[in-house]
Structures are given as structure tokens and as C-alpha cells.
């Protein structure tokens, strides 16, 4: 199993660039989630999924949109890049939506908006 | 909304030195789950906490949980260089368990 898989690793775009990255996991989890990692804030829920054809939003999810049309796939989309969404992202799964359930991560993908 | 803070956010130990993070959430927990990120690296799951007052260890790492279940803490003894990197706690709130919210994590480096 390659895990949770997340492209691309690196990302530099322009103010008012769109972008999507990528995230897919090959475990068959049925939760999914985007978290955005800045110095000395942690890690913030930006939008999560228990299963396809269901997303919601988590702590700091403006300027961000996601779908999930497969179990496998969990995108998140950058409307209209800011610097201010310069950040570490990481795509998170786990095989339940519920409490005992801990989150698996990909790599991660580093973005720099000038 | 919910919150958990950790405390201290940067420690430097000597090599052998104990260590200790404290997490403090704002609301009652349904678990809380530890995890480790080396630097550079994704973070890693280490450990989940149920029950009120639990206590688990995993060789020199000892995890509690409060009595409250509002607090929990990790404490590393003797720390070696292979334990450096950032450690977070993470909780679900009993009602509405679908989003973890994460500490602001402790920064551990190693004076070898």
C-alpha cells in the first residue's frame, strides 16, 4: 500500500493563480481531511470528508473548496491564491469518521504564493 | 470554537535530559491521540487515550490523560536524539467527533 499520496510536493504560484493539490489513498478510509500547518499555529482543519459525495468545512476553510467524488480522492482547490496561503498542506485519512480512529498523513505539499 | 493549546511550544534538552509537553483543551474531550512530525517529515500517529486518568507508556514515552479529560500530557525520559521533533495532541469533542483539532504542538531539539 503506497498510503496517502500527495502532489505536488513543492508549489510556487502568483497571487490570483487557482491551483488544485492532489491527495488520494489507497486504504480505503472512509474519512478524509486537509490540514494547513504555519509556525506556532499547529495544525488547522481546512475541509473534511466521511465518505463520497459528502465534504464539510473545518476551521479555516475560505478560499478553499474540495470534493469527493470517489472514496480514493479528496482534492482541495485554491480559487484565487494569496500570500496569505502560503503553508504546509497535508491530506489526512482514517478508516472512520469516529473518536478512536487515528488520522494517517501524506508527505505534504509546501506552497509559496508571491 | 474548540481549542487546545500545548505548552511549552520550543524545549531544548540535554541529551539524557527528561521532557515533558502539556495539552490543555478548552472543551471536554472524547480521547485525545499524541502525535510526532520529525523536522521536514508528515506528522505520525503514536498513541490514543480513552479513559479518564489513563496512563499508557510506550518504552521511555509515558502518556496520561485527566481526570477531567480536558488536559493530557507526554513525558519522555532520558531523551535521545532520535526523539527530536515537533509533538502534537490532537481531540474530538464528545458531541460532533468528526473534526480533530490539533494542539499548536512542542518543538523538542536535542543538545547532544
Known amino acids: 500500500n503506497a498510503g496517502v499520496t500527495q502532489t505536488p510536493k513543492f508549489q510556487v504560484l502568483k497571487t490570483g493563480q487557482s491551483m488544485t493539490l492532489q491527495c488520494a489513498q489507497d486504504m480505503n478510509h472512509e474519512y478524509m481531511s486537509w490540514y494547513r500547518q504555519d509556525p506556532g499555529m499547529g495544525l488547522r482543519l481546512i475541509h473534511y470528508?466521511?465518505?463520497?459525495?459528502?465534504?464539510d468545512q473545518g476551521e479555516v476553510p475560505n478560499g478553499y473548496n474540495v470534493s469527493r467524488s470517489t472514496t480514493e480522492d479528496f482534492p482541495l482547490r485554491l480559487l484565487s491564491a494569496a500570500p496569505s496561503q502560503t503553508s504546509v498542506y497535508f491530506c489526512?485519512?482514517?478508516?472512520?469518521?469516529?473518536?478512536?480512529?487515528?488520522?494517517?498523513f501524506g508527505n505534504g505539499t509546501r506552497l509559496t504564493v508571491t | 470554537g474548540q481549542q487546545v493549546m500545548q505548552i511549552p511550544q520550543y524545549q531544548h534538552v540535554q541529551e539524557g535530559e527528561d521532557f515533558t509537553t502539556y495539552c490543555n483543551s478548552s472543551?471536554?474531550?472524547?480521547?485525545i491521540q499524541w502525535y510526532k512530525q520529525r523536522p521536514g517529515g508528515h506528522p505520525v500517529f503514536l498513541i490514543q487515550?480513552?479513559?479518564?486518568?489513563e496512563v499508557k507508556k510506550q518504552k521511555r514515552l509515558t502518556f496520561q490523560f485527566g481526570e477531567a479529560k480536558k488536559n493530557s500530557s507526554l513525558h519522555i525520559t532520558a531523551t535521545q536524539t532520535t526523539d527530536v521533533g515537533t509533538y502534537f495532541c490532537a481531540g474530538r469533542r464528545r458531541q460532533g467527533n468528526e473534526k480533530l483539532t490539533f494542539g499548536t504542538g512542542t518543538r523538542l531539539t536535542i543538545i547532544p
Open positions: 470528508s466521511v465518505g463520497a459525495g459528502i465534504t
Open positions: 489526512a485519512s482514517s478508516y472512520s469518521k469516529f473518536a478512536d480512529s487515528p488520522l494517517h
Open positions: 487515550l480513552v479513559k479518564s486518568g
Open positions: 472543551t471536554t474531550l472524547s480521547n
